[in-house]
């Protein structure tokens, strides 16, 4: 069984890409073996305003906290003490400057990041934006404002919330997202090596973007299908699936999203969501894959 995963590839501490370790685990309890999990990028990210970030990262007193939605804020706040000289300041007074102070972030992944430059963080399990911004406006108190470095496509969600409680907050974009310029050329060689995939994971909004045009294009025929295959569960938005044996030769591909924000992305592209995370991680991932194939899952 062949799935293909919509993103860079990062390696753990057992050298795998915890994506498709948790695959492979998960297919196996279902007694599925054989598994070929291949991981293709799709967006690539160009840092802004740095400088300017790096200023306001040297006033840690201008602010009430630090909120981390993603990756590449964390790794813009990197590039800020690495390309400036400020690491040697950051040890010494910055990083106990901003603990002293709330550090939110949304998931385990980002939370990781922030750890590693040193600062403690909050709200990690929240899982997503919506739920960040309840879990800070029933804590934050300050009078001054939360520094959000974000990307360009950021959503409004947070930002309205947190201004309809009255709480302050200073967003400043430090990367844009454009399409990996490989992806076109990798989704080529997929399809002409491995076919059509069984599972189509998706990663973000943008993701889904940039490589539906291409994935139909290969897909052919195969996208009206999936489409309209299989009934709706009554009680959730999602496709009820047989379930795949190890001699299934004709099933179902399964389009699964990291979190809900995708999982509406892809409904708005008229696309049945097989499997939306709990939240954004391998082991949920992975839990509702193994949920979505086991007879009539759903997840």
């Known amino acids: 069984m062949k799935v293909l995963l919509l993103k860079d590839a990062k390696e753990d501490d057992c050298g ?28 690539s990210f160009e840092f802004l305003s740095l400088p300017s970030f790096s200023e306001k990262l040297s006033h840690p007193e201008d602010y009430g906290g630090l909120i981390f939605t993603s990756p590449r804020a964390v790794e813009a706040a990197e590039l800020c003490l690495e390309q400036n000289n400020k690491t040697e300041v950051w040890e010494r007074s910055l990083k106990e400057k901003w603990n002293a102070k709330s550090v939110y972030v949304v998931g ?117 299908q999936i489409k309209t295959q299989g009934p709706q569960h009554p009680k959730k938005n999602c496709l009820q699936l047989e379930p795949l044996r190890k001699d299934c030769t004709d099933t179902a591909v399964m389009f699964a999203a990291i979190g809900p924000t995708t999982a509406r992305a892809l409904a708005a592209q008229g696309l049945p969501v097989s499997c939306t995370a709990e939240s954004p991680t391998p082991q949920a991932l992975a839990t509702g894959i193994r949920k979505a194939l086991q007879p009539h899952g759903c997840c």
């Open 16 to 43: 795998q890409d915890p994506y498709i370790r948790n695959y492979i685990l998960s297919f196996q309890e279902l007694g599925l073996y054989g598994l070929e999990a291949t991981l293709i990028p799709v967006l």
């Open 108 to 224: 385990n992944a980002t939370a990781s990041l922030v750890s590693k430059i040193g600062l403690d963080t909050e709200g990690e399990t929240c899982g997503n934006a919506e739920k960040l911004a309840e879990y800070i406006c029933s804590r934050e108190s300050s009078a001054l404002p939360l520094l959000f470095p974000c990307g360009n496509l950021k959503r409004e969600i947070l930002p309205k919330a947190l201004k309809d409680k009255g709480i302050a907050m200073e967003s400043i974009t430090v990367y844009q997202t454009v399409a990996h310029p490989g992806i076109q050329g990798n989704l080529n060689s997929y399809y002409s090596q491995q076919g059509v995939p069984a599972s189509i994971t998706f990663f973000s909004p943008s993701g889904l973007t940039y490589s539906l045009k291409h994935i139909q294009e290969l897909s052919g025929d195969n996208i009206d």
